[in-house]
């Protein structure tokens, strides 16, 4: 983390303009080329972003490395980018997943439909939740690692969402997916427990890891005060002690519910010092600023369990 710090102190904060995703892409992969961890993928990615979107999928894409760290057998390589699909129609919760696994090892079959699906078609493996059969109340949830080229893929294209919307997502379909072989396949563990659930923290810390390591480059090539590039290296410290915590923890939510409660004071400052810039960049700010209050109200329920966690264990 000092290092990836020390680095977004002392490289050149000018960026050249990188407008699409395939252009993204390339200095992404030969980021993770230089075998970084996770933490200091997400800084470095931010840092050299020159826009929200791009500092949120390389915070996206250092994220789901961080969840797969130290899953059994399970290689990432460098050049991978990955898809977390777990929404439906009806959101994700359990009792909303209605994707189906059936059978198992080389007879395992995949069919239902994702309504997110980040990257779309250049994604090279979805990680999709889907239920099991199980005589349980609890649907029984797993995740199956499925190459995006696997026949029975669609990918359905939406409409861009009015922020960030450089962000490339689709939907997805899966009609009979064999997941086997090339490096897919089921993944160990619950599916909601050991995925879905942590996933949840371990993103918004990434996404704040690296947005706010974009933040820090523009402040530096634009010249704002010293005092607020100080607030965001302070703030990126916090966030990398908590991308290094137990993502299940009650302390960590309440820990992460209290960063990002000083982050959205940090992008508040930054509304006024964009506001006297008068360029391309300073208005996609403006016009990517609700990115940041997505998931606002699960996070605050998320705050609010854990509050009641603590008090049930005192």
Known sequence: MYDALSFCLTASPTMKETRTLEDWIGPWRALTREKLTPVALAVRGGFQADRVAWAFLSGYQAALRSLLEGVAGLLVGPDELLAFCATESGGNRPRDITTTFTGEGAELRVNGEKSWTALGDAATALLVVGRQPSGGERPQLRV?????????????????????????????????????????????????DDYVKPFRTIEDTFIALAV????????????????FRERLLAQLTVLGQLAESDPRAPVTHLALAGALAATGQIYQQADELWNSEGDAAAERWRRDRP?????????????????????AAS
Do not use: C
């Not at 997916?177 to 909601?192: E, F, I, N, R, T």
């Open 144 to 192: 199956a690692r499925i190459p995006a080229t696997a026949e029975g893929v669609v990918f359905i294209e939406k409409p861009p969402i009015p922020y960030a919307p450089e962000i490339v997502h689709t939907a997805s379909r899966f009609d009979d997916v064999m997941p086997a072989g090339s490096g897919g396949g089921l993944l160990p563990g619950d599916g909601y």
């Open 212 to 227: 706010q390591a974009w933040l820090l480059r523009e402040a530096r090539a634009r010249g704002w005060p010293e005092a």
């Open 291 to 311: 990115l940041f209050e997505v998931a606002s109200k699960p996070r605050a329920l998320r705050a609010q369990r854990a509050w009641q966690a603590l008090a």
